[in-house]
């Protein structure tokens, strides 16, 4: 089988010959010969429907380190990391459509919307935190209140007292009086207002770089609710059945998923998985994420630390908290498995249910 020109290879693949320079010097598709006299490229009229998955991807937005991965995979595992790729960045879209929404109301003068058939929504909620069965004392602080919802999973020297710090402050927002509107401004000044609690709490340490904590809170004002998040505890959410984790683990192992060096089966066994990038630490000048969400009647979330998210198999999260009716038995469901697997790390859960306040 003869080898095509750049030229004539750019026109069988609808690729630009600027296209097919640049997806070689990235690695992307390399000629399968290049000319040692001249310096040209030549092409396999096999390496086509490589070069077509690679526009497609392209076209899809997918960074080129992730293209690079899933084009080395049997077609049925990069089926699954382009679903996953689009799965994420549909969680993406909705922050921030979310977050316009929001925008839109507010420079508008409005109230967010809440439709007359609507009754305002409440929550019904538990939360626990266990030891586990290693370690000697528990550095999580778990909290569940009718406004507030926060798992912290200190480190460190200090950790315990972090994480608690970290909750302690946003338990000031625990009350009825955040105007819906304000909502996204309040929780700003808490994630500034956490990161000094812990600074203060982790400074008196000898190695205050070393001492710290992560922190997952959501607030509700009854329409509407507000994420704060850093590091690798995580919040789910189970709408219509599925189980969708809304955080983002700030761990090393959680980058190096999205840039596509590792897949995400491999992460859960990786040596440096609880790496993490970004927590509330006493010298850490980073702020937790902060961001919008609205609920709906009958959505379930489930805040967590990694004593529970990595130790329980997700299908087995998914299953109590699909199953298990009751929030107080659905936590202490969630600490029993993850002591059953032999509890190496604390573990504390936060399981809340959104009911309609006439039901
Ligand atoms: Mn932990």
Same mark, same amino acid.
């Given at each position: ?24 010097? #990235?690695?992307?598709?390399?000629? =399968? ?21 690679? %526009?497609? #991807?392209?076209?899809?937005?997918? &960074?080129?380190?992730?293209?690079? =991965? ?16 689009? !799965?994420?960045?549909? =969680? ?12 839109? @109301? ?9 439709? %007359? ?10 939360? #626990? ?6 370690? @000697? ?19 460190? %020297? ?9 909750? @302690? ?19 700003? @000044? ?15 340490? &000898? ?17 509407? *609710? ?10 789910? /959410?189970?709408?219509?059945?599925? *189980? ?47 961001? /919008?969400?609205? !609920? ?55 399981? =809340? ?7």
């Amino acid at each position: 089988m003869g080898l095509l020109t750049i030229g004539a290879f750019a026109a069988a693949s609808r690729l630009s010959p600027k296209a097919l320079r640049l997806y070689d010097e #990235l690695g992307l598709l390399s000629p =399968a010969r290049v000319d040692p006299v001249t310096g040209y490229r030549l092409y396999s009229p096999d390496q086509l429907e490589r070069a077509r998955l690679v %526009a497609w #991807l392209r076209r899809l937005g997918m &960074p080129l380190a992730r293209i690079k =991965a899933v084009c080395v995979l049997p077609p049925p595992a990069a089926a699954r990391e382009v679903a996953s790729f689009w !799965a994420q960045v549909e =969680a993406d879209t909705a922050a921030r459509r979310d977050l316009v929404t929001f925008l839109i @109301e507010q420079l508008s003068g409005k109230e967010p919307a809440m439709s %007359a058939a609507t009754k305002p929504l409440q929550i019904r909620y538990a939360a #626990l935190s266990d030891a586990g069965l290693v370690r @000697e004392s528990n550095q999580d602080t778990a909290y569940a209140g009718s406004r507030l919802l926060a798992v912290a999973d200190g480190f460190g %020297a200090a950790g315990a007292f972090a994480s608690a710090a970290a909750v @302690e402050v946003l338990k000031r927002l625990d009350t009825d009086r955040i105007p819906a509107g304000d909502l996204l401004n309040v929780l700003q @000044e808490a994630a500034e207002q956490a990161s000094q609690a812990v600074r203060g709490v982790a400074a008196a340490e &000898p190695e205050p770089d070393q001492s710290g904590t992560t922190l997952t809170g959501m607030l509700w004002t009854g329409s509407q *609710l507000a994420l704060i998040h850093i590091g690798d505890s995580r919040a789910y /959410l189970l709408r219509a059945g599925e *189980l969708f984790q809304i955080t983002h683990d700030h761990t090393l192992v959680q980058s190096m998923v999205d840039d596509g060096r590792l897949r995400p089966e491999e992460a859960t066994t990786h040596p440096q998985r609880a790496l993490l990038l970004r927590a509330l630490t006493g010298t850490a000048d980073s702020s937790p994420d902060t961001r /919008l969400h609205d !609920a709906q009647a009958d959505d379930r979330y489930l805040l967590c630390s990694d004593g529970l998210s990595a130790v329980v198999p997700a299908d087995r999260i998914h299953q109590v908290i699909a199953t298990v009716p009751d929030p107080e038995h659905a936590v202490r469901e969630l600490v029993a498995l993850a002591n059953r697997s032999g509890g190496p790390d604390n573990i504390s859960c936060v399981v =809340a249910d959104v009911i309609d306040s006439a039901g």
